[in-house]
């Protein structure tokens, strides 16, 4: 099993963001604002990134209140999806 790292998931999470817009969207997420705003996510690609979180982190999104917050910065999404992958 890898070991989940802060780096390693902000990464992957910027990979998988980037395939569901189709472009390069780091110099975006560095902003750390609101990301689905800033990358104009709409609910289908909201789908898509909750659906990669359960595949490509065993992260179940949704089930807990803290989710939604989750979805306010891209750094707390980063957080949120660390602490649920070492669990």
Do not use: P
């Not at 890898?2 to 975006?28: C, H, M, P, W």
């Not at 709409?42 to 807990?64: H, W």
């Amino acid at each position: 099993m890898s070991v989940t790292t802060v780096e390693s998931v902000r990464e992957g999470l910027a990979g998988i963001l980037g395939s569901i817009k189709k472009r390069d969207v780091s110099a975006e997420l560095a902003q750390d604002e609101n990301f689905m705003r800033a990358l104009n996510l709409d609910s289908l690609d909201a789908v898509e990134l909750t659906v990669r979180l359960g595949t490509d982190y065993g992260v179940e999104f949704g089930a807990e209140a803290e989710d939604l917050d989750a979805l306010e910065s891209f750094s707390a999404l980063v957080d949120l999806v660390v602490r649920r992958a070492t669990r």
